[in-house]
């Protein structure tokens, strides 16, 4: 299973590093974990920060497009990507990250319901 986990980014350079620190690089089930940043007309230098640590995932908006459509289009390139989970945190630290695998659990055993 692939998992992406999107941040959207509108100028996280402070927080960002913080989030990035305690994301989970193996999770039980899950193959393969990719990040997304989704830079939302960043005007900070969040980006150029990740950039230096491998990241390989992005989507960038030219102007703040609002969270909504931050999450849509991070959504859309992950599927585009192979996803077969996708986690939305944020930029500033407001969820820990570490409990993205606890988050993620009952799709891997198959026991999250469907409607």
Do not use: W
Request: charge should be negative; proline fraction near 6%; aromatic fraction near 4%.
């Amino acid at each position: 299973m692939r998992l992406f986990i999107q941040i959207p980014c509108p100028n996280e350079e402070k927080t960002l590093p913080l989030v990035l620190e305690h994301m989970p690089t193996q999770i039980p089930g899950i193959d393969d974990i990719q990040l997304l940043i989704i830079d939302d007309g960043c005007s900070d230098k969040a980006v150029e920060a990740v950039q230096k640590l491998g990241i390989k995932h992005f989507v960038c908006h030219a102007k703040s497009m609002s969270l909504a459509r931050a999450f849509r289009d991070g959504v859309d390139y992950a599927l585009k990507h192979g996803a077969d989970i996708v986690v939305n945190t944020d930029g500033n630290n407001q969820y820990p990250s570490e409990t993205i695998g606890e988050l993620v659990q009952p799709i891997i055993q198959h026991s999250a319901l469907r409607s």
